[in-house]
């Protein structure tokens, strides 16, 4: 077991979320960094899409009733365990009773805890992941507390300490075009690329707020249409909201377009006030950056093949 | 000319299909095409999910290499597809009509409670799409007799259950939420629950009824 001895902002079990269910309402959850997810469970001989704890901000205490072997990925939220630094893109044995620790970090705002095996919650419609809004999935539905206990399996093999290096962050995002180009008309599209959103404090899993002094407003309201993680959507006001994946399936507003899938887990490590930019790239280029994203992850685990 | 559907490549592995220029004055007519169209879509195994909203499909394709061919065959197959392809099931709702803003609504129209009853209950309801949470279905049909705006202050919670009139629409709340809907009344059907083979009840292109429940006191409160 792992006892949660401090939550901290928002602690929740996660894994690559759920599909086939979006025609009912049902939003994909999951771990909003999933190459962080995969990068700590390939550290570990894991499954890719074995259960994790994603640790927003940090400022948690966690107490581990058993050995296992963990690894750290994501955003560096200063975790110390028993009082000793460790660093994310790296495994650590862990013994019973042991206590890792998150203050917070300086710059990414997501880490990714994987253990040996993965963290044991039932599944729930196809995943382990926590659905916060209708509450469901992860542990009973909701973030975890002080006193919760997360299972897991005991771990007594060996250790043979691995690291990896995480893809590089970027803040220039590229995009997919929007389906309502003309109705946004080209000068709308044009100040959209042409300005430097601040993150607003008002983001949460389900979908990142950017602010700016250029003016996007507009007064197209439409059908409702299916939305998805990584669509950006443009309501009156003109602020955008980037939906992540605790957004809702449908949505009435205009989309400015949608981010391509590489870039999308950038918004799992954005702080608020982070500078964010656009840029629209083809769909080729779309492609080109998944492959190379991909082979970062090859290369990862033609290394481990080496040494696991 | 007929006007076309606009297709749109929204990434590599995903794509809109969005008829809802077409004929705003029959948008029933277009969505039984929408919903043979996804029926039809499912069957060939391709797509991790088909998303009908408002006269739209969306399309998330389970591998991006099938992408163009979808764009080709989707304006032919949006042509030849035959609503009678396609069939929903039919749900009865047991509705206790003791909401508390049904006098409400009944006076805005200057009718009684039992001529909202009646009108909200003698009709068949299709479920164009659902949204905005599990299982909540965007309804059709609602007759404009009982079209009534918004409240003025919408509610911290709507409970799990309610039977409730927004505007044009009328709907069913699956879990407690905050709404600025009427409530006129309550049903102990269970629209989603994620442990359940089939979560969800109702399924886009289903049609759903209103039955009142007899009162003999009973009470939900």
Known sequence: ?308 | MKPAPHIYALTNSSLLFDASHLDATDRLSIQKKIWALASHCKSTDEFSDLVPAMNSLTLYLKSDKHLNKWLQVLPSLWNDIKTSTFKGQHHLIKTSYKGEDINYVARYHNLSADEVINIHSKTKYYVLFLGFQPGFAYLHGLNEQLHTPRRDEPRTRVPKGSVAIGAAQTGIYPADTPGGWHIIGHTDTVLFDSTSEQPCLIQPGDTLEFVPLVNKGANHD
């Open chain 1, 1 to 308: 077991m792992i006892k949660v001895l401090k939550s901290g902002v928002l602690l929740t079990i996660q894994d690559f979320g759920r599909e086939g269910y979006r025609h009912l309402g049902v939003s994909k959850a999951g771990s909003l960094d999933p190459y962080a997810q995969i990068i700590a469970n390939r550290l570990l001989n894991n499954n890719d899409n074995d259960a994790v704890l994603e640790i927003t901000v940090g400022l948690c205490e966690l107490e581990f009733t058993c050995d296992t072997v963990i690894a750290l990925h994501g955003a560096d939220l200063q975790a110390t365990l028993d009082g000793h630094a460790i660093y994310p893109g790296w495994t650590y044995a862990l013994k019973n009773k042991q206590v890792l620790s998150f203050a917070t970090g300086r710059a990414g705002l997501r880490a990714y805890l994987a253990v040996k095996g993965g963290i044991q919650n039932a599944e729930v419609m196809g995943s382990k992941s926590t659905d916060l809004n209708a509450c469901f999935g992860g542990f009973e539905g909701r973030s975890l507390t002080t006193g919760d206990e997360i299972p897991i399996t005991p771990y007594y093999g060996e250790f043979i300490k691995v690291g990896a290096i995480a893809p590089a962050q970027r803040k220039l995002i590229r995009l997919h075009p929007s389906p309502h180009a003309d109705l946004l008309g080209e000068t709308l599209l044009s100040n959209f690329v042409s300005t430097a959103f601040k993150v607003s404090n008002n983001s949460n899993r389900m979908g990142v707020r950017l602010e700016h002094k250029n003016n996007l407003g507009h007064s197209h309201s439409l059908p409702s249409l299916g939305v998805s993680p990584g669509s950006i959507q443009l309501p009156p006001s003109g602020e955008p909201i980037v939906l992540l994946n605790d957004g809702q399936t449908t949505g009435g507003y205009p989309l400015l377009g949608t981010v391509i899938e590489a870039d999308l887990r950038q918004f799992a490590q954005f702080r608020p006030l982070d500078t964010v930019e656009f840029k629209y790239v083809t769909f080729e280029e779309a492609a080109k950056a998944k492959q190379k994203l991909d082979g970062h992850l090859h290369q990862l685990s033609l290394a481990l093949k080496n040494t696991l």
